[in-house]
């Protein structure tokens, strides 16, 4: 809900300059966050996510590259030993695409030896769980995103057959 809250707020005739202007500045913060890792892997990073097949999406108005550049500059955050606002931007991420709350995982990992690493990639998860409940609330169906995702004919979470079929 993070994009139509953001383009609803700026108004009519706005909506498309600021989200343009968004999704640029992710993009580039996303590059900025990827080339800001670990000192050896830099460059090969973040001509990696340049080279990406999908990183056409980073130029169009859609959170996309907001959600990268916040989990991007997560990660970054978490290899710097800074849980708490590696969890803020993992819960950005989170907030702006569904799949964004995956960045819990690698923040779990890397700081699963404190509390504060925890409450870092807790902070991700929670902001998934803000997201199903600001779309519950809205449309008093409790799993209105699974029902979107069928019509969208993405067929949505299904039983451990169908998983193992797939794999």
Known sequence: PLWPLLLRSVGTHWDVIVGTAAAWAASAAAFFG??????????????????WPGSFALALVYPDALALAAGAW????????????????????AFARPNGVLIAIPLLWVGRRSVRGWIG????LAAAAMVEAYFWARSDRAAVFFDAQRLWGRGGPR?????????
Do not use: T
């Not at 978490?78 to 849980?83: D, G, H, I, T, V």
């Not at 039983?159 to 794999?167: A, D, G, K, L």
């Open 34 to 51: 990827v080339s800001g890792g670990l000192p050896p892997v830099r460059l090969r990073s973040a001509l990696a996510l340049a080279c």
């Open 74 to 93: 997560a990660a970054a955050l978490a290899l710097r030993n800074r849980p708490l606002a590696a969890g803020v931007l993992g819960a950005v991420a």
């Open 121 to 124: 990639a807790a902070l991700p």
């Open 159 to 167: 039983n451990v057959p169908h998983w193992i079929h797939q794999i």
